[in-house]
C-alpha cells in the first residue's frame, strides 16, 4: 500500500485547510487511518485516527478544529482543519494499518508527508 498526501500549503491564522491522503490499494473491511504530525527537533505527534467501523478520536490539541474522515470509494482519508494556529505549523503524515479494524500504536504504512504553515 502506497500513501500520497496532498493539500498543504501556507494559510494565515484562523483559515482552513483540507488535506487528503490517498492509497494505491483498497483498505479493506478492517483498518485503522490516521494523521501525525512533526516539527522539526520535535517528536512526532499524533493528530487524528478513524477505524473502520467509523470510531473517530483526536487529540486534544485540535479537537473541535479538525475533522478526520475516510472516503473509501475514492480510497482517501482526509483532515479538514479549521481555524488554524501558528502552533499547527508541521509536516502531517498519514498512516494506515490494514491488517485490524482498531487502532495501536503501530502503523503499516505511512505517506512522505505534506506541509502545513500557519502565519500570523
Known amino acids: 500500500v502506497q500513501l500520497v498526501e496532498s493539500g498543504g500549503g501556507s494559510v494565515q491564522v484562523g483559515g482552513s485547510l483540507t488535506l487528503s491522503c490517498a492509497s494505491s490499494e483498497d483498505t479493506g473491511s478492517r483498518y485503522c487511518m490516521a494523521w501525525f504530525r512533526r516539527v522539526p527537533g520535535q517528536a512526532r505527534e499524533w493528530v487524528a485516527r478513524i477505524v473502520s467501523y467509523g470510531g473517530r478520536a483526536y487529540a486534544d490539541a485540535v479537537k473541535g478544529r479538525f475533522t478526520i474522515s475516510v472516503d473509501n470509494a475514492k480510497k482517501t482519508l482526509y483532515l479538514q482543519m479549521n481555524s488554524l494556529k501558528p502552533e499547527d505549523t508541521a509536516m502531517y503524515y498519514c498512516?494506515?494499518?490494514?491488517?485490524?479494524?482498531?487502532?495501536?500504536?503501530?502503523?503499516?504504512?505511512w505517506g512522505q508527508g505534506t506541509q502545513v504553515t500557519v502565519s500570523s
Open positions: 498512516a494506515a494499518e490494514t491488517s485490524r479494524g482498531y487502532c495501536t500504536e503501530t502503523y503499516s504504512y
